[in-house]
């Protein structure tokens, strides 16, 4: 396999097959965002594309799961995606499932066919990083797009049979906007009805437009007990009717949650509670990292 440049993938796809077919991201102008500044965006050639595939098959003997990076490799036509999951398939029939990021604005460029292509020739995931359900914070982080939007292509996504991986962050509306974060991100999962909720916590690394706002005091980080009343927030704001795998237990939280919606709410909302009593419950700033 070849790659180019620092590769990015979700934590559910560690043991997946990374195939990059495009470099960097499209849109690469979130604030908090450093994942692909290093990079051009740029659609990789298909053919080097396809000869990775060969490579690893005559590498590994099985592959189970196969993700499609860089940042959004949805923006892909049908067409050049159609090829690259042809040949996934005649290569490794045992493939379970493809993989990959998308943003909103590439799934509303999808039509509903379209969609359901991807899904009947293997693409069982979707992974959006929605961040928040906050028009404000949507157009302070420079996202791209709003509210209504990610809810659209949420459901659109959902509607298709493909599942829906959605990723917010806890801490993005800073100490001024935490609680519409809250309550917009959690009204926002009701309306989406996605398959599965991914909180991170914000971590800001060197060198994003939002670490300038945060040295002159525009932005405040929250502290790790405004982080778990903020979540305690978002929680009680949710209310999905079908089931939703709701993970709060990556490397940057404070407190790990793993449950599903509704179901484990209450169960989540008491941990939190807890947490609130007692800071020992908290992950050490030390233990945290992206």
């Known amino acids: 396999m070849r790659y180019e440049g620092n590769i990015f993938r979700p934590p559910s796809e560690a043991y997946s097959l990374i195939l990059q077919v495009t470099i960097g991201c499209a849109h690469n102008q979130c604030t908090f965002c450093s994942m692909f500044k290093d990079k051009t965006f740029r659609v990789r050639?298909?053919?080097?594309?396809?000869?990775?595939?060969?490579?690893?098959?005559?590498?590994?003997?099985?592959?189970?799961?196969?993700?499609?990076?860089?940042?959004?490799?949805?923006?892909?036509?049908?067409?050049?995606?159609m090829r690259i999951l042809n040949h996934i398939n005649r290569l490794f029939p045992e493939c379970e499932r493809v993989s990959v990021y998308g943003s909103p604005q590439d799934v509303l460029n999808k039509t509903p066919e379209e969609l359901k292509e991807l899904y009947d020739n293997g693409v069982g995931i979707i992974y959006i990083g929605a961040e928040s359900g906050s028009d404000k914070v949507l157009k302070d982080i420079c996202k791209g797009v709003t509210r209504a939007q990610l809810i659209e292509a949420v459901r659109k996504i959902e509607a298709s049979g493909i599942k829906a991986s959605v990723t917010f962050i806890s801490g993005m509306g800073g100490r001024d906007g935490w609680e519409d974060h809250a309550i917009q991100t959690g009204t926002m999962i009701s309306e989406m009805e996605p398959s599965y909720v991914g909180l991170l916590?914000?971590?800001?690394?060197?060198?994003?437009?939002?670490?300038?706002?945060?040295?002159?005091?525009?932005?405040?980080?929250?502290?790790?007990?405004?982080?778990?009343?903020?979540?305690?927030?978002?929680?009680?704001?949710?209310?999905?009717?079908?089931?939703?795998?709701?993970?709060?237990n990556h490397a940057s939280n404070y407190v790990s949650l793993r449950g599903d919606?509704?179901?484990d709410k209450d169960k989540m909302i008491d941990m939190l509670r807890r947490a609130m009593k007692d800071h020992n419950m908290l992950k050490d700033e030390r233990f945290r990292m992206l």
């Open 45 to 81: 050639n298909q053919d080097e594309v396809l000869e990775d595939l060969d490579m690893a098959r005559r590498r590994y003997r099985r592959v189970d799961r196969i993700f499609l990076a860089d940042g959004d490799a949805l923006v892909l036509s049908n067409a050049k995606l």
């Open 201 to 248: 916590t914000l971590m800001v690394e060197p060198g994003v437009p939002l670490e300038a706002d945060i040295r002159s005091g525009k932005f405040q980080v929250l502290t790790a007990e405004e982080v778990v009343a903020e979540t305690l927030l978002m929680l009680k704001n949710i209310d999905v009717k079908e089931k939703c795998v709701f993970r709060s």
């Open 261 to 263: 919606l509704p179901r």
